[in-house]
């Protein structure tokens, strides 16, 4: 009987110093593990001028405020500016609550105008920039630091014959899918939307690729678990690149920089994605 006490004991030790590593490993290292995703997609109808690429830097939920602060996101902007991007796209959630936010605003906009980008930096807002009535903040600290904030609209860059759309917030915003009507078949067409899910409700519209975030790639990312905890909007299309209705146009899903709810991440390591579009044979 002793012995078995004994072992029963042991094995209590033995679950409580492993379940303890990994909540310390979920806590304080994986997401400060912020790595670099590279990435090839062929697009149609896009014109690369000879010699050159264009490559896209995109980043997405830094959830600002929740266990991530400015002095983390100078490493974002540091890793974006040694990619020399011709295209820079955040997909939303800049702070993760801005009523309890008391930091310098002004200070998010430095960082973000130290971002270079020649073709343009684009974003769109996600349902944290709506919440606590933030999105005119939100649009604010991003107009002031160079990124034109594309809220149902559109934008077309002639030398690549790309046209970049910007669909609002799905959640709790007014994204509206029937901007892409303007779409035209003749140009390569780049999506931005917050939440990656609503890709099915466009596969009548002549899309090229799509880039959401969101989901955070899971944060916690475990069979059985992940799944129930997953968004709205955010549990069909939860990371990585996926090929989307029957023309199969591409989606990539970023796990994003941040956390929200938890300040875990687990088998989801924080990412940027560098993105190098090249002409679809």
Do not use: W
Request: one cysteine or more.
């Amino acid at each position: 009987m002793f012995k078995f006490i004994r072992k029963i004991f042991t094995l209590f030790i033995i679950c409580v110093i492993v379940g303890t590593g990994i909540l310390c490993y979920a806590r304080f290292a994986e997401p400060n593990m912020l790595g670099k995703t590279n990435i090839d997609i062929p697009v149609s109808n896009i014109v690369i001028p000879e010699g050159k690429e264009l490559k896209i830097f995109l980043f997405s939920d830094t959830h600002l405020g929740f266990s991530y602060n400015i002095e983390d996101f100078k490493r974002v902007v540091k890793i974006c500016n040694e990619e020399n991007p011709d295209i820079v796209i955040f997909s939303g959630d800049l702070i993760d609550d801005i009523k309890k936010y008391n930091e310098d605003l002004d200070l998010i906009s430095d960082e973000m105008s130290r971002i270079d980008a020649p073709l343009g930096k684009y974003a769109v807002l996600g349902n944290h920039d709506y919440g606590s009535n933030g999105s005119s903040t939100y649009i604010d600290i991003m107009s002031s630091g160079g990124f034109e904030v594309l809220v149902n609209e559109h934008i077309f860059i002639e030398e690549y014959n790309i046209v970049i759309f910007g669909i609002d917030d799905y959640l709790i915003g007014y994204g509206n899918p029937d901007i892409l009507t303007a779409a035209s078949p003749d140009t390569c067409n780049i999506v931005i939307c917050h939440e990656p899910d609503i890709a099915d409700e466009l596969t009548d519209y002549n899309v090229s690729v799509m880039l959401s975030g969101h989901t955070h790639g899971g944060q916690v990312y475990l069979p059985f678990y992940t799944k129930d905890f997953l968004p709205t909007y955010g549990k069909k299309y939860v990371r990585g690149l996926y090929e989307v209705g029957e023309n199969g146009f591409p989606l990539y899903v970023t796990k994003g920089i941040g956390t929200t709810n938890l300040p875990f991440r687990l088998f989801s390591k924080p990412e940027v994605t560098i993105m190098t579009l090249n002409p679809l044979t």
